[in-house]
């Protein structure tokens, strides 16, 4: 089955270490991006991607990085930059933003820095 | 001022009433448009596609205002099963941008 896999479901880290979040597509989509979700919150986009190799910040991208060395990969990177890591972390794909097509989610990595 | 904007919420009514949720977005090169469905400490899944022309799926109405840069989702004969965070989405060439989201509680 075609789909967006998250991994890991849950983390915990101490403070002041990097935790790389995975996210893996298979849907064969160009586009991917990461959101950032609090408690009580909406989406806030932190970074993403359509096309391999390149990728922009969004709205909070600081304290973060992320590479795109394939399609289907986008990885996060929560560095001991970030002020306030603990949260609910999304990854999704689309086809093409510019196109009508649906967002697909990943189930979400629920990061909690200790 | 947020590129997509919805009413803060929550939204409390009882079961049976008529729903009616207001997004704006402010890109107008916006090309896409959604809403979205969260449930609790899940991920957001798609409700249905919002069109020019207006679109239903059962109880669910989507309309979107080109011109007012306005998009509506109206449920009829809510149920206890709508309670959830509804998502107004726009997306446009190079991204995609949520909304805050408005919460509803559909009261027994």
């Known amino acids: 089955d075609g789909g967006i896999t998250q991994s890991p479901k849950y983390l915990f880290r101490k403070e002041g270490q990097n935790v790389t979040l995975s996210c893996e597509q298979n849907?064969?989509?160009?586009?991917m991006y990461w959101y950032r979700q609090d408690p009580g919150q909406g989406l806030r986009l932190i970074y993403y991607?359509?096309?391999?190799?390149?990728?922009q910040k969004g709205d909070i991208a600081e304290g973060y990085s992320v590479s795109r060395e394939k399609k289907e990969s986008f990885p996060l990177t929560v560095t001991s930059a970030q002020k306030n890591p603990t949260a609910f972390y999304l990854c999704?794909?689309?086809?093409?933003?510019?196109?009508?097509?649906?967002?697909?989610f990943g189930q979400g990595t629920r990061l909690t820095v200790v | 001022r947020k590129e997509v904007e919805q009413d803060p919420g929550p939204f409390n009514v009882p079961e049976g009433a008529t729903v009616a949720f207001n997004c704006t977005y402010s890109?107008?090169?916006?090309?896409?448009f959604f809403w979205y469905r969260q449930d609790c400490r899940k991920e957001p899944k798609l409700l249905m596609s919002v069109y020019s022309s207006g679109n239903e799926d059962g109880r669910f109405t989507a309309q979107l205002n080109r011109a007012s840069q306005y998009i509506s989702l109206l449920i009829r004969d809510s149920k206890l099963s709508d309670s959830a965070t509804y998502l107004c989405?726009?997306?446009?060439?190079?991204?995609?941008?949520f909304g805050k989201g408005t919460r509803l509680h559909i009261l027994p």
């Open positions: 989405v726009a997306g446009r060439d190079d991204k995609i941008i």
């Open positions: 991607s359509q096309i391999v190799n390149d990728f």
């Open positions: 999704a794909s689309t086809d093409s933003p510019s196109m009508n097509t649906e967002a697909f």
């Open positions: 890109n107008s090169a916006s090309q896409s």
């Open positions: 849907l064969n989509h160009d586009a």
